[in-house]
């Protein structure tokens, strides 16, 4: 069974908006710090933004900074990516992950816990 199940994905033009979600399945991760990372075709995966288990600390790529707000809902142990004025580069699949580590992570060898992801298009 897959800990994090993510969804929202989908076709989108340049300029618009897309918001993701990471639900818990069969395990909480309410007390996690949890991170997005995503993945190009033929490129590495790259940290995109993570949260506390508070949702008091977050951290961002700067490459999405300012344009990407990342939340959590304890109580629907649910985490949350809100992506405005995307750009055809933001294209890649999006995985969320869990670490037990306090505070936000950019080092995706950190996390223990991913899902399979959510496919991001963006049209120019």
């Known amino acids: 069974q897959v800990p994090l199940v993510e969804s929202g994905g989908g076709l989108v033009q340049a300029g618009g908006s897309l918001r993701l979600s990471c639900a818990a399945s069969g395990r909480t991760f309410s007390s996690n710090v949890m991170g997005w990372f995503r993945q190009a075709a033929g490129k590495e995966r790259e940290f995109v933004a993570a949260?506390?288990?508070?949702?008091?600390?977050?951290s961002y790529a700067d490459s999405v900074k300012g344009r990407f707000t990342i939340s959590r809902d304890t109580a629907k142990d649910t985490v949350y990516l809100q992506m405005d004025n995307l750009k055809p580069e933001d294209t890649a699949l999006y995985s969320c992950a869990s670490t037990v580590y306090s505070l936000p992570d950019h080092r995706a060898s950190k996390y223990n816990y991913w899902g399979q992801g959510t496919q991001v298009t963006v049209s120019s």
């Open positions: 949260i506390s288990w508070s949702g008091g600390i977050t």
